[in-house]
């Protein structure tokens, strides 16, 4: 079975793009593995509380992953 796991910071996506990460997933793995994979494609969007995750052995933020790299 088809499994896609999308972590994301909490509250950055409403229900209409999480709706698009599922539908984009599985049309993709159905474009990959064919129609049949379609029905047992699961894909799961997880929120993550702020700072809750880290790149390179550090903490990251939502105001760190908003800024830009001028800021």
Known sequence: MPFANF???AG????????QLVTR??????EIYG???RANTMVLVE???DG???????VLT?????QTPED
């Open 7 to 9: 972590k994301v910071p």
């Open 52 to 58: 809750g995750w880290g790149i390179g052995g550090h």
């Open 47 to 49: 929120e993550v509380a």
């Open 62 to 66: 939502l105001a760190q992953l908003q």
């Open 25 to 30: 997933a599985t049309d993709l793995y159905a």
């Open 35 to 37: 129609e049949r994979a």
């Open 12 to 19: 950055t996506l409403d229900e209409q793009q999480k709706k």
